[in-house]
């Protein structure tokens, strides 16, 4: 009978199998419990829930994994050219001899593991708490999934400028590995990080980054998922911005079966300022390629600025969703708010889904929105080509064309040079 | 150089003949200019020599030093030598000025199997042929023709040209939408281009542009045909008398 209701409801299952991590302290322990019961109130998410219908969360909710192959290249790996602090983990589980020690100035950092070993730590206010937050008024089960059983992880608290970016790098070996990360980022006012992504970090992968932003810091994160055919990720990054405040995000995406990337970000100070941008290339030929970006922005004091640039290309099936939604309390008086979606279609075959939503509650506000898809413009292309670009060539600029206005939301000129030539050698790779 | 035998050219979308028969023959080094009225063909033709898809051969050849042109692609013709400067050039918003005329020089050169520019060297020939045409280099700067005015779009469309330097370039109504000082600035550009293994077709509608490109030949094309060939002297008989009297001679 057991065995005929778990094959019937992998859900219901999939709650049941939860085991909190022992040997924690008090509070963390009582943080994975409020996360399990948040969790177990609003259950795992189905297609019938609003912001699932164009994904199907199945295979993250699915007891095993997908199995997926890691990705065998011989390219350099991205961020290689940067000089950073490197902190490896190897299908979800920190590899102290890959990587640097844990030191750099002005921050502090550590493991996850052990943070949550400890009596008395600052992470027990940010724990979890951010995530606790995420949840209204669209669930965010995945999320609270990871802050209950998340194994591995870094805590980072920021006092000044760094010297150097931290690069959390994920290696993904074993093709059926299931990896949870939880991040914490505390940026003290005035203080500056930047947090470098990139890496695949298992077959399946559920990451939640929550970010801490005091006035006047800023926070800037730069990622690179990586490019196993058959990985599947679901990624979180809940922010909360003070006054004058910055956190801006850019992802990079080609390849991976599944990709769900959300980010619930609340702009809580005057003049708090959040980017959050995404560059995706997915052709579904030979492996399925689904990209979703789900975005919550929510502006709760005045005059603050939020900007969404996202931008997809598609062929052979591809699909890319795009979610992205502005609330406007009435409050936030002068806000600043811009959200961008586009999909190029290379083909006939590929889906773009956006569902862009504005909710303003201000009268003195400043919001525009805009989404697109089309396919690449003939007549740019015969110009290229009637110039000599042979076409693989003059579509792969157009693409990149096409993406620059998300890219520019890099800051950092080195890390932009970066993921632009990496796509550029991606391209060129697909057309060779 | 060219020669175009017995051309007829229909539209693929919808069942519009053309060119209804075009014949000329451009040797090396030499200007030829084609003029004629509103929708008589001109810029059909030049389309068709560049390979602009939406247009369908009926009958007759183009070659090109002896080669089926109309067989390659538009890149294929590229890298062989043959040059469109467009009527209305294209905007690229996203791609900049410089990445795009590198990136089309160095794929003409690879497709020849010459050695690509490096960075440097490239930027040098630039400098200097945008300099002669007096072009801002602000404008290499910015993208594919976003933000050009008509002048530094035409001018643009030279200074591609000067780069690349063609063996066979065709100027598709270079002149339109250009004042006098842009004008001249066009036609010095293309005057300092010619030479003995260079060939030029010039599609104009007005003579003016001939005052500062002289011809060697002049067609004029009506109704998908070319009806009358002659010096430079036919082009300013045209200019005094209009299209009119010509078509009246010929029905």
Same mark, same amino acid.
């Given at each position: 009978?057991?065995?005929?209701?778990?094959?019937?409801?992998?859900?219901?299952?999939?709650?049941?199998?939860?085991?909190?991590?022992?040997?924690?302290?008090?509070?963390?322990?009582?943080?994975?419990?409020?996360?399990?019961?948040?969790?177990?109130?609003?259950?795992?998410?189905?297609?019938?829930?609003?912001?699932?219908?164009?994904?199907?969360?199945?295979?993250?909710?699915?007891?095993?994994?997908?199995?997926?192959?890691?990705?065998?290249?011989?390219?350099?790996?991205?961020?290689?050219?940067?000089?950073?602090?490197?902190?490896?983990?190897?299908?979800?589980?920190?590899?102290?001899?890959?990587?640097?020690?844990?030191?750099?100035?002005?921050?502090?950092?550590?493991?996850?593991?052990?943070?949550?070993?400890?009596?008395?730590?600052?992470?027990?206010?940010?724990?979890?708490?951010?995530?606790?937050?995420?949840?209204?008024?669209?669930?965010?089960?995945?999320?609270?999934?990871?802050?209950?059983?998340?194994?591995?992880?870094?805590?980072?608290?920021?006092?000044?400028?760094?010297?150097?970016?931290?690069?959390?790098?994920?290696?993904?070996?074993?093709?059926?590995?299931?990896?949870?990360?939880?991040?914490?980022?505390?940026?003290?006012?005035?203080?500056?990080?930047?947090?470098?992504?990139?890496?695949?970090?298992?077959?399946?992968?559920?990451?939640?980054?929550?970010?801490?932003?005091?006035?006047?810091?800023?926070?800037?994160?730069?990622?690179?998922?990586?490019?196993?055919?058959?990985?599947?990720?679901?990624?979180?990054?809940?922010?909360?911005?003070?006054? +004058?405040?910055?956190?801006?995000?850019?992802?990079?995406?080609?390849?991976?079966?599944?990709?769900?990337?959300?980010?619930?970000?609340?702009?809580?100070?005057?003049?708090?300022?959040?980017?959050?941008? +995404?560059?995706?290339?997915?052709?579904?030929?030979?492996?399925?390629?689904?990209?979703?970006?789900?975005?919550?922005?929510?502006?709760?004091?005045?005059?603050?600025?939020?900007?969404?640039?996202?931008?997809?290309?598609?062929?052979?099936?591809?699909?890319?969703?795009?979610?992205?939604?502005?609330?406007?309390?009435?409050?936030?008086?002068?806000?600043? +708010?811009?959200?961008?979606?586009?999909?190029?279609?290379?083909?006939?075959?590929?889906?773009?889904?956006?569902?862009?939503?504005?909710?303003?509650?201000?009268?003195?506000?400043?919001?525009?929105?805009?989404?697109?898809?089309?396919?690449?413009?003939?007549?740019?292309?015969?110009?290229?080509?009637?110039?000599?670009?042979?076409?693989?060539?003059?579509?792969?600029?157009?693409?990149?064309?096409?993406?620059?206005?998300?890219?520019?939301?890099?800051?950092?000129?080195?890390?932009?040079?970066?993921?632009?030539?990496?796509?550029?050698?991606?391209?060129?790779?697909?057309?060779? | 150089?060219?020669?175009?035998?017995?051309?007829?050219?229909?539209?693929?979308?919808?069942?519009?003949?053309?060119?209804?028969?075009?014949?000329?023959?451009?040797?090396?080094?030499?200007?030829?200019?084609?003029?004629?009225?509103?929708?008589?063909?001109?810029?059909?033709?030049?389309?068709?020599?560049?390979?602009?898809?939406?247009?369908?051969?009926?009958?007759?050849?183009?070659?090109?030093?002896?080669?089926?042109?109309?067989?390659?692609?538009?890149? =294929?013709?590229?890298?062989?030598?043959?040059?469109?400067?467009?009527?209305?050039?294209?905007?690229?918003?996203?791609?900049?000025?410089?990445?795009?005329?590198?990136?089309?020089?160095?794929?003409?050169?690879?497709?020849?199997?010459?050695?690509?520019?490096?960075?440097?060297?490239?930027?040098?020939?630039?400098? =200097?042929?945008?300099?002669?045409?007096?072009?801002?280099?602000?404008?290499?700067?910015?993208?594919?023709?976003?933000?050009?005015?008509?002048?530094?779009?035409?001018?643009?469309?030279?200074?591609?040209?000067?780069?690349?330097?063609?063996?066979?370039?065709?100027?598709?109504?270079?002149?339109?939408?250009?004042?006098?000082?842009?004008?001249?600035?066009?036609?010095?550009?293309?005057?300092?281009?010619?030479?003995?293994?260079?060939?030029?077709?010039?599609?104009?509608?007005?003579?003016?542009?001939?005052?500062?490109?002289?011809?060697?030949?002049?067609?004029?094309?009506?109704?998908?045909?070319?009806?009358?060939?002659?010096?430079?002297?036919?082009?300013?008989?045209?200019?005094?008398?209009?299209?009119?009297?010509?078509?009246?001679?010929?029905?």
């Amino acid at each position: 009978m057991a065995e005929t209701q778990r094959r019937e409801n992998p859900a219901a299952a999939r709650l049941a199998a939860i085991r909190l991590p022992e040997d924690e302290a008090g509070w963390a322990r009582a943080a994975r419990e409020a996360a399990l019961s948040r969790l177990h109130k609003m259950g795992l998410p189905s297609r019938r829930d609003e912001y699932w219908r164009e994904t199907d969360p199945s295979a993250l909710i699915a007891p095993e994994p997908v199995e997926a192959a890691p990705l065998v290249t011989d390219e350099a790996p991205v961020f290689g050219e940067i000089d950073r602090l490197k902190v490896v983990f190897v299908d979800g589980r920190f590899d102290p001899a890959a990587s640097d020690p844990l030191a750099l100035e002005h921050v502090e950092i550590e493991r996850l593991a052990d943070a949550l070993k400890a009596d008395i730590h600052w992470a027990r206010d940010l724990f979890g708490r951010l995530e606790e937050t995420a949840h209204d008024p669209v669930p965010r089960p995945f999320a609270a999934l990871n802050t209950a059983t998340a194994t591995d992880g870094v805590v980072v608290r920021v006092r000044g400028r760094a010297p150097k970016p931290i690069s959390l790098i994920y290696l993904h070996r074993d093709a059926r590995s299931d990896a949870v990360l939880h991040h914490l980022v505390r940026i003290e006012p005035g203080a500056e990080l930047t947090l470098l992504e990139n890496g695949p970090a298992a077959a399946r992968f559920s990451q939640l980054l929550e970010v801490d932003v005091a006035a006047g810091g800023s926070f800037h994160h730069v990622r690179a998922q990586g490019r196993d055919h058959e990985r599947r990720a679901i990624t979180h990054l809940v922010g909360r911005v003070a006054e +004058g405040g910055v956190l801006k995000s850019f992802t990079l995406t080609a390849n991976g079966a599944l990709s769900r990337n959300e980010y619930v970000v609340r702009l809580e100070g005057a003049e708090a300022v959040t980017h959050l941008a +995404g560059a995706a290339v997915g052709d579904g030929a030979v492996h399925p390629f689904h990209h979703d970006d789900t975005i919550f922005v929510t502006h709760a004091a005045e005059s603050c600025e939020s900007r969404q640039v996202f931008k997809k290309v598609l062929r052979n099936g591809a699909v890319g969703i795009f979610q992205g939604k502005i609330l406007v309390h009435p409050v936030a008086q002068k806000t600043d +708010g811009y959200q961008l979606s586009q999909g190029l279609m290379l083909d006939g075959d590929s889906r773009f889904f956006a569902k862009p939503e504005l909710e303003i509650y201000a009268d003195d506000v400043k919001c525009s929105h805009g989404s697109t898809c089309g396919a690449i413009d003939e007549e740019q292309l015969f110009y290229l080509r009637a110039r000599g670009v042979p076409r693989p060539e003059a579509e792969n600029l157009l693409v990149l064309a096409f993406l620059a206005e998300a890219l520019e939301e890099i800051e950092d000129p080195a890390l932009a040079e970066d993921i632009r030539n990496r796509l550029e050698a991606w391209l060129r790779r697909r057309q060779g | 150089m060219l020669e175009i035998r017995n051309l007829h050219v229909k539209l693929e979308e919808e069942d519009k003949v053309i060119l209804k028969g075009v014949n000329l023959t451009l040797p090396d080094g030499e200007v030829h200019a084609i003029m004629g009225p509103n929708g008589s063909g001109k810029s059909t033709l030049s389309y068709v020599l560049a390979g602009r898809e939406g247009y369908v051969v009926t009958e007759g050849e183009v070659l090109f030093d002896g080669e089926n042109l109309l067989a390659m692609e538009p890149e =294929e013709r590229a890298a062989k030598g043959v040059f469109l400067a467009f009527q209305y050039p294209v905007e690229i918003p996203g791609v900049g000025n410089m990445t795009f005329l590198r990136t089309a020089l160095n794929a003409q050169r690879k497709a020849r199997g010459e050695p690509e520019l490096s960075g440097a060297e490239f930027l040098r020939l630039v400098r =200097e042929k945008a300099k002669a045409l007096k072009i801002d280099p602000e404008m290499l700067k910015r993208s594919v023709n976003v933000g050009f005015s008509g002048g530094e779009k035409k001018r643009n469309e030279i200074l591609q040209m000067a780069v690349l330097e063609p063996k066979l370039a065709i100027l598709d109504e270079t002149d339109s939408g250009l004042d006098i000082d842009a004008l001249r600035l066009v036609a010095e550009g293309v005057n300092a281009l010619r030479a003995p293994d260079r060939s030029f077709l010039v599609i104009t509608h007005y003579q003016r542009l001939l005052d500062y490109i002289v011809p060697d030949v002049v067609h004029i094309m009506a109704d998908g045909r070319i009806i009358r060939t002659g010096d430079a002297d036919l082009a300013r008989e045209v200019e005094k008398t209009g299209y009119a009297d010509i078509l009246k001679e010929l029905a």
